[in-house]
T-cell receptor
Framework: KAGVTQTPRYLIKTRGQQVTLSCSPISGHRSVSWYQQTPGQGLQFLFEYFSETQRNKGNFPGRFSGRQFSNSRSEMNVSTLELGDSALYLC???????????FGPGTRLTVL | AQSVSQHNHHVILSEAASLELGCNYSYGGTVNLFWYVQYPGQHLQLLLKYFSGDPLVKGIKGFEAEFIKSKFSFNLRKPSVQWSDTAEYFCAVNYYNQGGKLIFGQGTELSVKP
């Protein structure tokens, strides 16, 4: 069974640009959550999608957005990038919200 | 606010020593509890989980954890660590009615000396 895949794995952008990250869940998983991991703040919840609907949202500015497609794949978008957005962005998927979540390898975003 | 606290930022042990990593969460009702591990260069993997039932749960690689409801704690233990246990360990809590949202502790970096 293939694991959670995230693309791209590495990304370098400059301030003011926007970026789109992709997450493909394990087959059968309908819940997709996104997290930001930084050395200073640790792992912080961004949002969760289930059946194409945003179910929960963390405390991030509106520059961070996401969506989920009918095949459960999810994308997150960050607009007007800031230096502080440099982080590892992790995607986690599960069959349903409260079940065990499986994490992908992450996308390492560097903002210059 | 809901939060999770891990007692130790960095733990250094010799092989065969016993391990206990503390985790406390703020009161918020019914919870699901998890311990995840992140080995160097690898992604987060689930060590063990508690949803209900026996408060002593066993996970992979000889790890176990005990849920003590009265103390809002979920401490991770291993009787004898190995060099290969060197990794970062994260405690995470999922509160009832919060969907899939996991609140993570700050993480504990474990270094095991051979």
């Amino acid at each position: 069974k293939a694991g959670v895949t995230q693309t791209p794995r590495y990304l370098i952008k400059t301030r003011g640009q926007q970026v789109t990250l992709s997450c493909s869940p394990i087959s059968g998983h309908r819940s997709v959550s996104w997290y930001q991991q930084t050395p200073g703040q640790g792992l912080q919840f961004l949002f969760e999608y289930f059946s194409e609907t945003q179910r929960n949202k963390g405390n991030f500015p509106g520059r961070f957005s996401g969506r989920q497609f009918s095949n459960s794949r999810s994308e997150m978008n960050v607009s007007t990038l800031e230096l502080g957005d440099s982080a590892l962005y992790l995607c986690a998927t599960s069959t349903d919200s409260s079940n065990e979540q499986f994490f992908g390898p992450g996308t390492r975003l560097t903002v210059l | 606010a809901q939060s999770v606290s891990q007692h130790n930022h960095h733990v250094i042990l010799s092989e065969a020593a016993s391990l206990e990593l503390g985790c406390n969460y703020s009161y918020g009702g019914t919870v699901n509890l998890f311990w995840y591990v992140q080995y160097p260069g690898q992604h987060l993997q689930l060590l063990l989980k508690y949803f209900s039932g026996d408060p002593l749960v066993k996970g992979i690689k000889g790890f176990e954890a005990e849920f003590i409801k009265s103390k809002f704690s979920f401490n991770l233990r291993k009787p004898s660590v190995q060099w290969s246990d060197t990794a970062e360990y994260f405690c995470a809590v999922n509160y009832y009615n919060q969907g899939g949202k996991l609140i993570f502790g700050q993480g504990t970096e474990l270094s095991v000396k051979p």
